[in-house]
């Protein structure tokens, strides 16, 4: 007898440690992932089962049934059967090749090796056979296996560093610290293995951000929060190892518990080819209606005069149960109107158009060798026609390369190098960079080129020696130094790793800190400044300061951040930079740092622009940051007309801001009720471009996290979707992983548009499922996005060739080829129709059997198919290429082989049965008057074709035409460039001091829990590789009648 226990609905988890026996009797899920679709033994059900979904499928598999019927078969078995299993077969053969990469992926993930404590000593195990309550050990660098809580680490205090990119596209250091009682056990593995604690916590949930229980041990109970829980996807930095009791695997990790469910995905071809394929169908039981109700009239006026040649049983013949049965018999022999053959062909196209994907160099990133890859074979015609592209920004449009390329102090810019003529040159065009020569601790990566600095320094210029002294005192970055001597710098952000190394570079390094003291070395000479204060930064400060007394005893304020910010707090003696003042701070100076771009964005998200394409980026980094990012990349403009910042806190003051921007956008014409506007249907949601060409001007909608929660509610989100929609570029900040997905899944319900969503984290799943296409780029933040995605490549550039030249051939080819393809089923099968009126509408077939059964498959597939995968919409290529030829004429001389073989006398001796007709072809084609009337019909079927084309292109030229045109009058005169004037609004001055995504170290700094006693063992840092990002845009887009300008990548964010 076979049973099996159901887990009921968990409410709340209890975990004991070192105790799999206990834990096993709650059917917790184990560590094992699976993205996998199917397994040797349910392969075959599943796949059959979905495959016989697909409504030209059922159709065969019925028609099958309905010629196993002798009084109604008018054709043999074979004609119906054969096409099908080829259809099915091929079909499962790539679906089950598709699930083995899935398998082989999973593998993958779930053998990586992991230390457990089991019996007492620490053993190899994979990530698969990790149990809930298990203690694992973590080393540097090394992926988290599970949700886990920290026990304790090489750290004082318990705490641990780590990199929470896969969660939240965050690259900066988070810290995590364990239970006191819980860190005293250090690396004593006697008693680790003899830790019983209990967790009682909270059930398996998707909050990145949150985390409640409780822990009871030794008869105490201690209070758990997210700062005690490593989660799996992030990986340990600067911590030399640590260890985890494992609280939630497998699927119940959050990780799993954001990727969202796989759903599978259809194209709108698919959905239009089963909507003509039920069209057809209805048009296929109109022809059969029509012929049976001939049927029966013929055999009430005709037929009885021909019953006295038929056998006695066969004489009294019912004419409506006569016409009845022709109807069946006509619905098999027109078949062929809805040809089984499509499907094969589209799959076959489709992996074709993958297969370029696959082989095309220009999406070839060298540096990392790694190409495109077209993860599924069935979307490649959806990529050109995507209305809304949703990009993440960390790791996707940057490199989150934070580099110092200027400064101003007292009212000089430093970095702007000029030639002997005083004019401005680029930078990277001068070979000599610029270091402090005497420090041993220079960055070798560090490039500075002005000169002028390293003077005034020389000289001990008093304001440029403070401005370098608050660089180095004022931040909260930690110091080692490796086993070479070299000092290893600990960041929470890169832009403060950026400015502590400037000033490294400029001779003022930061040496070491304690809770107390601060140690910097000024140009040799080291200098211990008190600690008296550390105020952090936050989100509402958006500044950092530090008071220090320095050896002489004086007490000063060093305060850095963002402009906005600080200007307000100016000395009075500075009222030419701003009115509103403090009392006691003066203005030292400002820096420039570069977050790098990747290569070829600002060329993609301007081709994407211009094809109509828009762009919303949705990322998990705070407001300023994405703000710069967009004005970097040239998402955001100072062209634009306005630029609209939703950040209520409440739902009223939400809906309030979306109501302004939306009188702004549209004017005051528009009825609103109760601050938003009023649909009466669901329908109303799906905005129509009429409504679009009323608003003139580009817009933008920049909307942070907890103002998208509230607009995402049922009364608000239609505003929300109408204000996004009519604008050029919407940036969504500081969101989770879940509100990615809802913002793609509100475009895709309600705008009826065709979306892609592309990132490189594992906080990008959830949108990448989402979206009809999702794209994954194989960065820094592991290959969840590219396991998840359709596609994948290394550099967000790509994604330009992908969608304009790949998904618009793809498009174009597969239009052309249904057009094509029903074209010849038509005009094959609506033979029949015509013959039915000369044969007494008996279900007699003009062709023989084997030539309808090879019509599709063989005789008529391979031009259509070569068109399909091979045809470019180029404007040098004529249509009639080798490949052309070879498949015309190849199909038409396998006609005439097959048809010779089929009525020879050899096949005849062989199978005299099936093939009757000895010689016939023979005979047949000796006659002259059979070619005339092939040539006459050729001809006769082809000069329409080519008449309208002609009288086309002379009267309503495309945009290719006109091209063409353009092209052969660029060779005679070139026209010349006109530039379009624009209307420019005021330049908006931006906050760059926006890097830094979470409150700072202070509080750790201040009260030494991260400070060692003694000097700690060399560990490893942070390595980063810096990446030149500089390209100019060449020949963008030639239109007829204007030109695009080029734009500069090389884009600077000030701070």
């Keep these: ?19 799999r026996e206990y834990n096993e009797k709650f059917l917790y899920k184990d560590n094992r992932i699976h993205t996998s679709k199917y397994s040797i033994l349910t392969f075959l059900p599943i796949n059959l089962f979905e495959q016989f979904q697909r409504v030209a499928n059922a159709y065969f598999l019925f028609l099958l049934i309905l010629q196993l019927i002798p009084e109604i078969s008018s054709l043999t078995w074979f004609t119906t059967i054969v096409p099908l299993v080829l259809v099915v077969t091929m079909t499962a053969v790539k679906d ?8 082989k992926s999973d593998n993958q993930v779930n053998n ?69 009682v819980t860190s005293e056990l250090g690396a004593d593995i006697s008693r680790l293995a003899k830790f019983d604690g209990i967790v009682v916590c909270e059930a398996p949930n998707n909050k990145l951000d949150k985390f409640t229980g409780v822990l009871s041990w030794n008869g105490s109970k201690h209070s758990l929060n997210n700062e005690k829980i490593i989660l799996r996807g992030c990986v340990l930095r600067n911590t030399s190892w640590c260890f985890g009791m494992v609280i939630f695997a497998g699927p119940d990790t959050k990780l799993m518990q954001n990727s969202g469910k796989t759903k599978f995905k259809r194209t709108s071809i698919d959905r239009l ?47 409506v149960f006569s016409g009845f049965l022709t109807f069946w018999s006509y619905i098999i022999i027109l078949n062929t109107v809805v040809p089984i053959s499509l499907y094969v062909s589209v799959e076959v196209i489709r992996l074709g158009h993958s297969y370029f994907i696959n082989w095309d160099r220009k999406m070839y990133y060298s540096r990392k060798a790694t190409p495109a890859e077209a993860r599924t074979t069935t979307l490649n015609e959806e990529l050109g026609q995507i209305e809304y592209v949703f990009s993440d920004k960390t790791g996707t449009l940057t490199q989150n390369i934070m580099t110092f390329k200027k400064c101003s102090i007292n009212g000089r810019i430093y970095g702007e190098v000029c030639d002997d003529w005083g004019q401005k040159t680029d930078m990277t065009k ?46 909260t970055v930690m110091s080692e130094e490796n086993s070479a001597g070299e000092l290893i710098y600990q960041v929470q952000s890169p832009d403060e790793g950026a400015l502590v190394t400037a000033a490294k570079n400029l001779g003022f390094i930061f040496k070491s800190r304690t809770p107390e003291t601060i140690t910097i070395e ?52 500075n009222e030419d930079l701003l009115t509103l003042t403090s009392d006691h701070l003066s203005l030292l100076g400002a820096t420039a740092v570069e977050d790098k771009l990747q290569d070829g964005v600002i060329e993609t998200v301007t081709s994407l622009s211009l094809a109509n394409i828009k762009i919303w980026v949705l990322t998990g980094d705070k407001q300023e940051t994405a703000i710069n990012i967009g004005y970097a990349c040239n998402m955001l403009t100072d062209d634009m007309n306005d630029v609209f910042i939703i950040a209520g806190n409440t739902a009223t003051e939400v809906r309030e801001e979306l109501r302004k921007a939306k ?52 009364d608000v989100k239609n505003d929300l979707l109408e204000l996004a929609c009519m604008c050029k570029t919407v940036v969504c900040c500081r969101v989770t992983p879940l509100q990615k997905a809802q913002v793609v899944e509100l475009v895709k319900k309600y705008r009826n548009a065709v979306t892609l969503a592309i990132g490189d984290g594992a906080n990008d799943v959830s949108m990448i499922k989402s979206a009809h296409i999702g794209v994954g780029i194989s960065g820094q933040e592991g290959l969840q996005a590219v396991l998840a995605s359709d596609y994948s490549f290394a550099q967000f550039r790509y994604l330009q060739r992908l969608l304009l030249v790949h998904g618009r051939w793809s498009y174009v080819r597969m239009c052309k080829f249904l057009c094509y393809f029903f074209y010849k089923n038509f005009a094959f099968t609506l033979v029949h129709f015509w013959f039915g009126f000369f044969c007494g509408f008996s279900a007699q077939t003009v062709y023989d059997q084997w030539f309808i059964t090879l019509f599709n498959i063989v005789y008529t597939s391979l031009p259509v198919l070569a068109m399909g995968i091979f045809d470019q919409i180029a404007l040098d290529t004529s249509y009639w290429t080798v490949i052309n030829h070879v498949f015309i004429w190849g199909s038409i001389a396998t006609y005439f082989s097959i048809l010779f073989t089929m009525h020879s006398n050899d096949i005849f001796g062989i199978f005299p049965n099936q093939f009757p007709f000895v010689g016939n072809a023979r005979h047949s084609l000796t006659q002259k008057c059979i070619w005339l009337v092939i040539l006459l019909t050729t001809v006769a079927s082809v000069m329409p074709v080519v008449a309208f084309r002609f009288l086309k292109v002379d009267l309503f030229p495309t945009l290719s035409d006109q091209i063409r045109q353009w092209q052969k009058a660029q060779k005679k005169a070139r026209p010349l460039r006109t530039r379009k004037p624009q209307t420019r609004r005021s330049s908006s001055r931006r906050s760059g001091y926006a890097f830094a995504h979470q409150e700072g170290y202070g509080e750790l700094i201040t ?32 239109k007829t009648t204007d030109t695009v300008s080029s734009f500069s990548q090389d884009k600077t964010v000030k701070l």
């Excluded at 089950?96 to 398998?103: I, Q």
């Excluded at 009260?1007 to 020949?1035: F, H, V």
């Design 273 to 319: 080819m089963n909507t003509l394929v039920l069209w057809i169908f209805g048009f296929l039981i109109c022809l059969g209606t029509i012929l049976a109700i001939g049927n029966s009239i013929w055999e009430n006026q005709v037929g009885d005069q021909f019953r006295t040649f038929l056998f006695s049983n066969e004489r009294e013949k019912n004419s």
């Design 96 to 103: 089950a090749t598709d699930d083995y990469f899935r398998h």
């Design 663 to 714: 009188e702004n956008l549209f004017g005051r014409n528009r009825s609103f009720s109760n601050g938003h506007v009023v649909f009466e249907k669901k329908q109303s949601l799906e905005l129509d471009s009429v409504v679009e060409e009323t608003v003139t001007g580009d817009y933008a909608l920049i909307i942070n996290g907890h103002s998208l929660a509230y607009a995402l509610e049922s």
């Design 522 to 573: 000024e140009l040799g000479t080291l200098v211990t400044y008190q600690l008296l204060a550390f105020l952090d930064f936050n989100n509402f400060r958006k500044r950092m300061s530090v008071i220090v007394r320095n050896p002489e005893g004086q007490i000063k304020l060093y305060s850095k951040g963002a402009d906005t910010i600080l200007f307000e707090r100016l000395h009075p003696s």
């Design 1007 to 1038: 009260s030494g829990k991260n400070m060692r006693a003694k000097n700690p063992p060399p560990m490893s840092g942070l390595e980063k590789t810096l990446y030149n990002s500089t390209s100019w845009i060449e020949n963008l887009c030639k």
């Design 1 to 19: 007898m076979f049973c099996s226990r159901k887990k009921s609905l968990e409410v709340e988890r209890i975990v004991k440690a070192n105790d």
């Design 430 to 475: 001068k070979k000599e960079t610029m270091g402090f020569s005497v420090s041993p601790q220079a960055d070798r990566t560090f490039q500075f080129f002005d000169h002028h600095l390293m003077e005034s320094i020389e000289l001990g210029d008093p304001k440029v020696h403070e401005f370098l002294r608050l660089l180095a005192l004022c931040h």
């Design 112 to 180: 990586r090796q992991s230390e457990v404590l089991i019996d007492s000593k620490l053993q190899n195990e994979k990530w698969m056979n990790v149990k809930v309550g298990d203690i694992i050990k973590l080393e540097n660098n090394q992926f988290v296996a599970a949700d886990l809580l920290l026990l304790s680490s090489s750290e004082p205090h318990g705490l641990c560093y780590i990199e929470t990119a896969e969660l939240d596209g965050e690259t900066n250091l988070k810290v995590r610290h364990a239970l006191s």
